[in-house]
């Protein structure tokens, strides 16, 4: 089932989400509906704030950047088959050098900018048969965890920004709370006027 992505201001997006309960038996079903809601907005990554619910969870398929011209090819391989649903995840240190990247998100449509985080990761996370991994992510697959864990954490690629940029956009974020905006995908806006 394909469920309606909230926009921009909508007060879940900025908190931060609790546990999951491993044994919750809507969990599956909840897992199914992410993918084909994050497939269905030919996103890469959702988490479940996105859609309205305040869980430590998300799911990213980082394949489509493979197809990339620019990448090295070890950095292919990983984006290749990086298709992962991460519950209760904790990163557990970060490396590297920071670089910016223009990073778009599907609660904030139309907006992309550059974001500068850091290039490795370990992650620490539990899979959807309840097996607990730790793994290490550099370049755009940890960038993806990056912004997604950010979610979780109540953080959007909106809030790193200089006050300078947030001034420039703020018009432009006023109006997707207010579903001023076209997307081809199912979204919920916070400010919009009931009346049609
Ligand atoms: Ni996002």
Not at 79 to 89: A, R, S
Not at 96 to 112: K, V, Y
Not at 118 to 144: D, F, M, N, P, W
């Amino acid at each position: 089932m394909i469920l309606p992505i909230v926009a921009y201001g909508t007060p879940v997006l900025k908190k931060r989400a609790v546990d999951v309960e491993l044994d919750d038996p809507d969990l599956n079903a909840l897992i199914a509906n992410m993918w084909e809601t994050m497939y269905a907005a030919s996103g890469v990554g959702l988490a479940a704030p996105q859609v309205g619910l305040s869980l430590r969870l998300f799911v990213v398929d980082a394949s489509p950047f493979a197809e990339d011209d620019d990448l090295e090819e070890h950095e292919r391989a990983q984006l290749k088959d990086f298709k992962q649903v991460f519950i209760n995840p904790v990163i557990e240190e970060e490396s590297g050098e920071a670089w910016a990247f223009t990073e778009g998100c599907l609660s904030i449509p139309d907006i992309r900018e550059d974001v500068s985080r850091q290039e490795h990761l370990t992650i620490r996370y539990t899979t959807e048969t309840g097996a607990i991994k730790t793994e290490r992510y550099s370049g755009l697959a940890a960038r993806v965890i990056q912004h997604e864990y950010d979610h979780i954490e109540g953080v959007l690629f909106t809030d790193k920004l200089s006050p300078l940029k947030k001034r420039l956009i703020k018009g432009k974020l006023t109006n997707i709370s207010k579903g001023k905006i076209a997307v081809d995908y199912k979204m919920k806006f916070p400010l919009q006027s009931k009346k049609r």
